[in-house]
Nanobody
């Protein structure tokens, strides 16, 4: 079983920055994709960014390209999402996700609120 624990959410003004962290624990296979989804009120959950465990290939949804950066610390099994130039439309609950051959795992979610 894999456990994911997120941290780093909060409230920030527009054009501010936040960094989210997700620490994975438990039995984790060598090959996986880990990243972030978000869900705003009344909207479907969407993929935001992801990174592969081995070669570090990254993915970003169009709306965050150039503003968000995903990175990983393989030794700590931790992934980070650095968010800059935040906009009100980035307000959502952000969920960490790890996908590997045995299944799909989710964190409990962390709230990010961008408001003046």
């Amino acid at each position: 079983q894999v456990q994911l624990v997120e941290s780093g959410g909060g409230s920030v003004q527009p054009v501010g920055s936040l960094t989210l962290s997700c620490a994975a624990s438990g039995f984790i296979t060598e090959y996986y994709v880990i990243g972030w989804f978000r869900q705003a009120p009344g909207k479907e959950r969407e993929g935001v960014s992801a990174i592969t465990s081995t070669d570090g290939n990254t993915y970003y949804t169009d709306s965050v390209k150039g503003r968000f950066t995903i990175s990983r610390d393989r030794a700590k099994n931790t992934v980070y999402l650095q968010m800059t130039t935040l906009k009100p439309e980035d307000t959502a609950v952000y969920y960490c996700n790890l996908a590997e051959i045995r299944g799909n795992y989710w964190g409990q979610g962390t709230q990010v609120t961008v408001s003046s």
